[in-house]
């Protein structure tokens, strides 16, 4: 059995949520989870069909993207999943897809406004949309460029990868991360929900403003803040 075997099978497990919650057509999406002990994650293979992917097709490799174990090729966004596990030391799983709503904002080049409680529960920002990349970085090294871009924007915009665990990248679409895999999965389907929201409230009034200040703080930080009481709590 693999050294890997239960890296692989968490990996696995937070793939087969893509197609059962609706985020992906075909091969459209992937997701990694790391282990930092032993300093490489897990990723699924690019090209695989969900359908016929197995526990034992997933690919694991290190920081610098080169393969560790796997008979099969990596995901082609495997070189930005690993800027982020460089990057953010803390996060524990990332997913991108190409689910709808969120590739129409990522495509339009805006950012997701704020406009109500359901997005301040997850977040209290708008959901950022970096910039496309220029000829240069495309033609540089695509990949690892996209990792640079979403550092960029959430330097930019001085946002908190703690706060806001999503991002877009214009003309692509979302990545979202979490404390594992399983939580960058649900951040993903959050992500596509309130982008739906906010496409349809925008079609109902397009004069809609962002929700006020002390209702959107109020949301977040009783889930998220210090004195959070939303839940069972452990």
């Known amino acids: 059995m693999s050294t890997y075997q239960s890296l692989k099978e968490e990996c696995y497990e937070a793939n087969m949520l893509l197609p059962k919650l609706g985020l992906v057509l075909f091969t459209f999406g992937n997701v990694s989870t790391v282990d930092r002990a032993k300093a490489v994650f897990a990723i699924k293979p690019s090209g695989v069909p969900y359908e016929i992917l197995k526990a034992e097709d997933i690919v694991i490799v290190d920081y610098d993207a080169r393969l560790v174990e796997g008979k099969l090729r990596p995901s082609s966004d495997t070189k930005t999943h690993a800027q982020l596990y ?96 399983e939580k960058s999965v649900y951040n993903a389907a959050v992500l596509e929900e309130v982008a739906r929201m906010a496409m349809l409230t925008l079609q109902i009034n397009p004069d809609t403003p962002r929700i006020k200040d002390t209702l959107r703080m109020k949301h977040y930080e009783r889930k998220h803040g210090k004195n959070a009481y939303y839940g069972q709590g452990c």
């Open 86 to 181: 460089k990057k953010w030391d803390d996060i524990g799983g990332i997913t991108h897809t190409h689910s709808t709503y969120a590739v129409a904002w990522a495509q339009a080049g805006l950012d997701i406004p704020i406009f109500g409680t359901t997005h301040a529960d997850h977040t209290h920002q708008d959901i950022p949309c970096a910039p496309v990349l220029t000829d240069e970085m495309i033609e540089r090294d695509y990949e690892f460029e996209t990792g640079n871009q979403i550092f960029d924007v959430f330097k930019i915009k001085g946002l908190s990868h703690h706060e806001v665990e999503m991002v877009l990248l214009q003309n692509h679409g979302p990545f979202t991360w979490g404390k594992n895999a």
